[in-house]
């Protein structure tokens, strides 16, 4: 079946770093890709999005591109801020049951000041 | 405009007893789903319910359940409630199920 794998966490980076997160996935269809967000006690924010191949999605000053050759929608940010601590999910659900989503294990990320 | 709304935040039940969790999706959105959100099996798709109906359904025992009224509000039941039920529950709604869920904060259930 459809899976999504993510890297393993947690990534701690200082102030205005670089980030990367990497995400692959399986899915026999023509998947949508997604990143959420998780802050401490809170639920799923959607955080960008991407629907076909090459399509890019980008939010906040993330960006993830829709790589259909490698698989891939990994997540990046020139310059990371404290307030991006949180855990992100890569997602993906299929064109033919959008409500069934499908998610990677999370990243937790720290940032140091 | 208001989000996803879920009542309770938190809940704490004993082992044996039932729930009933509630979920107001965004006003306008048909199609609400529910995930169950662990640190063991991180987070995993209940059902979705779309005009009253559900939609789709995860693997999940019969023990959850779901509805859907004509206002599109949307209620999970779980019945007798085992440890293993302690997780994180996420309602998430759309407006006809395209891509793109916007999620609630969540309803914490402790099962002791």
């Known amino acids: ?34 990143w959420y967000v998780q802050y401490p006690g809170e639920g799923l924010q959607l955080l960008l999005k991407a629907t076909k191949a090459d399509d890019k999605g980008s ?25 991006d601590s949180a855990v992100y999910f890569c997602a993906l659900s299929d064109y033919s049951s959008a409500s069934k989503i499908i998610f990677g294990s999370g990243t937790r990320l720290s940032i140091r000041p | 405009k208001a989000g996803v709304t879920q009542t309770p935040r938190y809940l704490i039940k004993t082992r044996g007893q039932q729930v009933t969790l509630s979920c107001s999706p965004i006003s306008g959105h048909r199609s609400v789903s529910w995930y169950q959100q662990t640190p063991g099996q991180g987070l995993q798709f209940l059902f979705e319910y779309f005009s009253e109906t559900q939609r789709n359904k995860g ?35 759309s407006l006809a199920g395209e ?10 259930l402790t099962v002791v």
């Open chain 2, 59 to 93: 693997n999940f025992p019969g023990r959850f359940s779901g509805r859907q009224f004509s206002n599109s509000r949307s209620e999970m039941n779980v019945s007798t409630l085992e440890l293993g039920d302690s997780a994180l529950y996420l309602c998430a709604s």
């Open chain 1, 1 to 34: 079946g459809d899976s999504v794998t993510q890297m393993e966490g947690p990534v701690t980076l200082s102030e205005e770093a670089c980030l990367t997160i990497n995400c692959t996935y399986t899915a026999t269809g023509y998947p949508s890709l997604f």
């Open chain 1, 59 to 83: 939010n906040k000053g993330f960006e993830a591109t829709y790589r259909k050759e490698t698989t891939s929608f990994h997540l990046e940010k020139g310059s990371v801020q404290v307030s």
């Open chain 2, 99 to 108: 891509a793109g869920y916007t999620f609630g904060s969540g309803t914490r």
